[in-house]
């Protein structure tokens, strides 16, 4: 297909009065501050001493570290692209990789710099409503909220795998319930899935006397979910892209651990921990988990035994955002990927 600049991806502006954006921020503002308190409970208890940032030199093998991170975090957006493409395209919306990947960019740029007023996905959403799913806006919408699932799914499952592996060799961080969260999200979400796809329990409710309730486009929407369900190999793909994505999310913490100067976690111990701290990052306590998720890592990297976690876990993310930035705010700029609608609902 041509490359050609979208017309209909027009800047999104969102109104600056009214009702809803004044309690849209009011509700920013209010997560803005239990993010603030929970930062300033962690410096004033000691599980977060800023001066350990000080202390990383600044030399060359500090800017390789970074930059190795950075390009894994931008990998990671190729392969996230590929998964939303995928994702669309199961739906009958074609797009191109190029164009799956700036909306990814976008998304998750969107989702560090403006948390708490407009999330990355909604952004995905109305990006694509304005281009290639114009015509399908429903699907397109199931299309993205199954590619968060399946990346939450991969999340859980990346350390239940680690788990898995380090268990033999007793290469366990602690011993805690905790550590079983991973593994017992994986198997209730496998559970439900294979009850939809092989029950087709959406399907049958949307059909029998109960769907006369619905509307139209909720139907639409019931019936696009069951339809993912009933689709094991794209779901394995789309759950392979995700966890090799995850896998390269989480080396960035281990780099920021190497630039603090190392710590005593092993690395595999270190790849079961990083998830279950990731996954906090999800939670819309606060602008884009900011406080909550270095909670969990200064918890999780405490229980064993290393008290850098809540650096960790900032130093972390920090790299993560500054590829986020790079190619994210490019992207949101200038807004010219290939198109191309498809004509099948």
Request: overall charge positive.
């Amino acid at each position: 297909m041509p490359s050609a600049r979208n017309p209909q991806d027009e800047p999104l502006s969102p109104a600056v009065s009214g009702p809803r954006f004044w309690r849209s921020m009011g509700v920013f503002a209010l997560k803005a501050l239990v993010a603030s308190l929970l930062l300033y409970w962690l410096a004033t208890s000691g599980r977060l001493d800023f001066s350990h940032f000080r202390d990383i030199p600044l030399s060359p093998h500090t800017a390789f570290l970074v930059t190795a991170g950075v390009g894994a975090v931008w990998v990671g957006i190729l392969l996230l692209g590929l998964r939303l493409r995928l994702m669309v395209h199961a739906v009958g919306i074609e797009l191109s990789l190029s164009r799956a990947c700036s909306l990814t960019a976008i998304g998750l740029f969107s989702g560090s710099i403006l948390p708490g007023v407009v999330g990355g996905d909604v952004v995905k959403v109305v990006y694509l409503y304005r281009g290639e799913g114009a015509r399908h806006r429903t699907l397109a919408t199931v299309a993205v909220v199954w590619d968060r699932a399946v990346g939450l799914f991969s999340l859980f499952l990346l350390g239940s795998l680690v788990l898995v592996a380090g268990w033999p060799t007793e290469h366990l961080p602690f011993r805690s319930p905790v550590l079983f969260i991973a593994p017992a999200v994986v198997l209730l979400i496998a559970a439900v899935v294979v009850v939809l796809g092989k029950g087709r329990l959406f399907g049958n409710f949307c059909e029998g006397r109960w769907g006369a309730l619905l509307s139209p486009r909720l139907r639409k929407a019931v019936a696009a979910g069951d339809d993912f369900a009933r689709r094991p190999r794209l779901l394995a793909k789309c759950i392979g892209l995700s966890l090799v994505n995850h896998a390269l999310v989480c080396s960035t913490f281990l780099i920021a651990a190497k630039l603090l100067g190392g710590i005593d976690v092993p690395p595999v111990q270190q790849f079961m921990l990083n998830p279950l701290a990731m996954v906090i990052n999800v939670v819309p306590i606060t602008p884009g988990g900011v406080g909550v998720t270095e909670s969990a890592f200064s918890y999780l990297y405490e229980a064993a035994g290393c008290a850098l976690g809540a650096s960790i876990g900032i130093l972390g993310r920090s790299i993560q955002y500054l590829a986020y930035v790079v190619v994210g705010f490019p992207a949101l700029t200038f807004r010219r990927f290939r198109t191309g609608v498809s004509d099948r609902d």
